[in-house]
């Protein structure tokens, strides 16, 4: 039989995952890391989900046989680093999510081969910076959050390069109203119907 065998923290049976499955979600899974081709035999994943792993470093180009991955949720792991290269090799991803991981930096390349990705979730990260052009490859995004990190300046999300963005959530961090003073924001976000400063407080533009 072919396919990728895993074992769970809480369930010591080893499940044999098919080489044909689209939809896979692995929680508090015994692995440390994803090294390259770790899942390169399920090619038809669209779905792939990790959480409450002990995953502290992606590599690089551990998906680049998952074309058709369309959602890939990272959240809830120990990913303290990824690699510029880590995403490279799915064309297709539409939705990503590494919130909730103890990363402090990311690289202008990170996200630089997800052309078509729409909602990109890093909320509850302890990211201080947004590199220069990080999201410059990213002209479909339309929802991109940002709530409970270490950020005090949108000053690398280069917003005119972003015209597609819908929402922007920045709540429970350290950037103020003031750091939209000098910003046209329906000039440069005019696709913008929801901007999130505060959690108590939700401005909708239209």
Known sequence: RKGLAVQCKKNKNITLIKNNTKSLSLTDIKIDHIYRGIITELVYLIMLEIVHSTIHILPESPFH???????????????????????????????????SNPLTHLSNMTFSMLPVVRRLIMSNTSIMVIPDDLFYFNLNLTFL???????????????????????????????????????????????????RVVESEICCLF
């Open 145 to 195: 959050d940002l709530n409970n990190t270490l950020l005090d300046t949108i000053a690398g999300i280069q917003p005119c390069r972003l015209s597609s963005l819908k929402a922007l959530i920045i709540s429970y961090t350290d950037i103020a109203l003031r750091s939209f003073s000098n910003i046209d924001i329906k000039g440069c976000f005019p696709a913008l119907a929801r901007l």
């Open 65 to 99: 046989n998952n074309k058709y991955l369309t959602v890939l949720k990272l959240r809830r792991n120990e990913i303290q680093h990824i690699s510029p290269s880590a995403f490279h090799g799915l064309p297709n991803l539409m939705h990503l999510d590494i919130s």
